[in-house]
T-cell receptor, first 115, second 109 residues
Framework: DTAVSQTPKYLVTQMGNDKSIKCEQN?????MYWYKQDSKKFLKIMFS???????INETVPNRFSPKSPDKAHLNLHINSLELGDSAVYFC??????????????FGPGTRLTVL | GQNIDQPTEMTATEGAIVQINCTYQ??????LFWYQQHAGEAPTFLSY??LDGLEEKGRFSSFLSRSKGYSYLLLKELQMKDSASYLC??????????WGAGTKLIIKP
């Protein structure tokens, strides 16, 4: 049973296209995240979201938008893809209990290649 | 500003011991996490420290000194499967994780 799942695992597309990456967690967690990991392997937070609040990293272009149909899903939609968007995108979730033991569980990642 | 520093790469020998250091500067502090990430895979949780001292978990131990803004991950009896990147992340006062760039650990026979 996969705790955090993402689809697709690989995504190859042309510049200018619009694409979505789906994420689902079956852990009953309240908070979900999207990260971008580039070729230098630096893990960069893009969004964190629970049913109360969306926190956006101000450096993320507005071409990127999270969409949450329900508590268990947080999809990432990207408009007008650019070459620099090529990276691995990780979804993660954590139990937002307001305590400090808020371990994040990661999905397997989606490798996006923009041609 | 908030910042995490850790070495970019380290090399060690199978069966040996290696210590990966991490220093952090955050607005407030709510704990220090270590994650392991094998090439092409997702990060997985290794340890969490919020109090000063050493937490031991099998071959892996993690240490924290809050006054120094310093942590280390200690790996004993190294195995080839320990070759991976090790990510240090500090949680700030808003419970947001500030991530380091990771330390790539190379294990040689």
């Amino acid at each position: 049973d996969t705790a955090v799942s993402q689809t697709p695992k690989y995504l190859v597309t042309q510049m200018g296209n619009d694409k979505s990456i789906k994420c689902e967690q079956n852990l009953g967690h309240d908070t979900m995240y999207w990260y971008k990991q580039d070729s230098k392997k630096f893990l960069k937070i893009m969004f964190s979201y629970n049913n109360k609040e969306l926190i956006i990293n101000e450096t993320v272009p507005n071409r990127f938008s999270p969409k949450s149909p329900d508590k268990a899903h947080l999809n990432l939609h990207i408009n007008s893809l650019e070459l620099g968007d090529s990276a691995v995108y990780f979804c993660a979730s954590s139990q937002d209990t307001g305590t400090i033991t808020d371990t994040q569980y990661f999905g397997p990642g989606t490798r996006l290649t923009v041609l | 500003g908030q910042n995490i520093d850790q070495p970019t790469e380290m090399t060690a020998t199978e069966g040996a011991i290696v210590q990966i250091n991490c220093t952090y500067q955050t607005s407030g502090f709510n704990g220090l996490f270590w994650y392991q990430q094998h090439a092409g895979e997702a990060p997985t949780f290794l340890s969490y420290n919020v109090l000063d001292g050493l937490e031991e978990k099998g071959r892996f131990s993690s240490f924290l000194s809050r006054s120094k803004g310093y942590s280390y991950l200690l790996l004993k009896e190294l195995q080839m499967k320990d070759s991976a990147s090790y990510l240090c992340a500090a949680m700030d006062s808003n419970y947001q994780l500030i991530w380091g760039a990771g330390t790539k650990l190379i294990i040689k026979p």
